[in-house]
């Protein structure tokens, strides 16, 4: 199959970003080009991103998706991924979001961080990633897809952005020295029903190992994180239906809660 060039990557970003205005999906990118590689889906993904900040949108963070055994196997892939966090796509915690807005929405919980100062290298540690770390807060990440299904490779997943739709940010408090996000156990809940849990050593052992995974994913595209921005370590259960009329909410022993009203 012949090498996608930069007009076929710039048609196929302006796809994913019409599919999702209108909410009609298109098809996956590998039905039509099996083995798409993914340099060339980072590409198609940064496409989009350039276009959404051209349109006003700013980037605030980055998001590391895919990253427990739990949404490996729902998806169907054995290795993360990665997308860019817009401001418009942010929401505070209590926020309301409509159902109707979105496609085929799920909804995950996430221990997520702000950074206190730049972090970027080629081989970072948990240690030096954990220094970098201002704060630490629950996320509610709510995923969406602009294809026809769920049924989707990796390259599928990080040319669509990682999937990411919206993001709920609880209050951030500091990452003392003592706090082991590992053993961080979340509790999620539908109207006030628990329906998923799971510990921070979901997401490859340790909520820290996806944030310098995701450094160095970033440094061999020439990139890096910068002081103040978020970054979502991934979820720690397999994601859920999003149902319009209800509310979602996570808790953690050491974490302030977050929560999500959908209409």
């Not at 993001?167 to 979340?186: F, I, R, S, W």
Request: negative net charge; glycine residues 8%; aromatic residues 2%.
């Amino acid at each position: 199959m012949d090498e996608p060039d930069d007009r076929w990557i710039a048609a196929t970003a302006s796809a994913l970003l019409a599919a999702e205005h209108e909410r009609i999906p298109i098809d996956a990118l590998t039905v039509r080009r099996p083995g798409l590689p993914l340099e060339i889906a980072y590409r198609i993904q940064a496409a989009a991103v350039e276009r959404r900040i051209a349109g006003g949108a700013r980037v605030v963070g980055h998001k590391a998706g895919v990253t427990s055994r739990a949404m490996q196997e729902q998806m169907g892939v054995d290795e993360p991924d990665s997308g860019v966090l817009l401001d418009d796509r942010v929401l505070p915690t209590g926020s309301t979001l409509a159902r109707s807005a979105l496609m085929r929405p799920r909804v995950e919980a996430e221990i997520a961080f702000r950074l206190g100062c730049d972090l970027a290298g080629a081989n970072v540690s948990p240690d030096v990633a954990r220094a970098a770390v201002k704060e630490v807060f629950l996320a509610l990440e709510v995923i969406d897809t602009r294809f026809t299904g769920w049924r989707l490779t990796v390259a599928d997943s990080i040319a669509d952005n990682a999937s990411c739709a919206r993001v709920v940010t609880g209050p951030m408090v500091p990452l003392g020295a003592d706090m082991d996000l590992a053993a961080e156990l979340l509790i999620v809940s539908v109207d006030g029903t628990a329906v998923a849990t799971g510990e921070g050593s979901a997401v490859l052992g340790d909520p820290l190992r996806a944030l310098a995974w995701l450094v160095g994913r970033l440094h061999r595209a020439g990139d890096g994180l910068r002081a103040g921005q978020l970054v979502l370590a991934g979820a720690v259960h397999a994601s859920l239906p999003l149902e319009a009329r209800c509310t979602v909410r996570a808790r953690s022993s050491h974490l302030p809660p977050v929560e999500l009203h959908v209409r």
